[in-house]
């Protein structure tokens, strides 16, 4: 009914067709979009989630490209937290664990 009563009264309403894949990947060859943008920390491109590591698409940050060792370490920068610093080894965390099951 109410669908209807809508069309009869001559509803000129068209809803626009709005992208939602709108990032395409920068690798080339590569045709995959994606609804978020997902970019490479040394090289600022986009990419998609398959290439969005250094590795997976031959990142060249800085006209050299990043080898497995600077991946790893850019890597580990990034999951560090800033201001604080670890102190805990993950060694104690694990002896810590066992004394705990061991009770």
């Known amino acids: 009914m109410v669908v209807g009563e809508h069309i009869d009264r001559d509803c000129n309403y068209h809803r626009k067709t709005e992208k939602i894949f709108t990032y395409r990947c920068s690798k080339e060859g590569c045709k995959k979009k994606e609804m978020l943008r997902v970019a490479c920390d040394q090289c600022r491109g986009s990419f998609c989630i398959r290439h969005r590591h250094p590795l997976d698409h031959s990142c ?3 006209g050299r490209p990043i080898g497995a060792a600077g991946c790893t370490a850019a ?3 990034e999951s560090k937290p800033s201001g604080a610093s670890n102190t805990l080894s ?12 061991k009770r």
């Open 75 to 77: 890597r580990a920068s």
């Open 60 to 62: 060249k940050h800085g």
């Open 90 to 101: 993950s060694s104690w965390l694990a002896q810590r664990l066992r004394w705990r099951v």
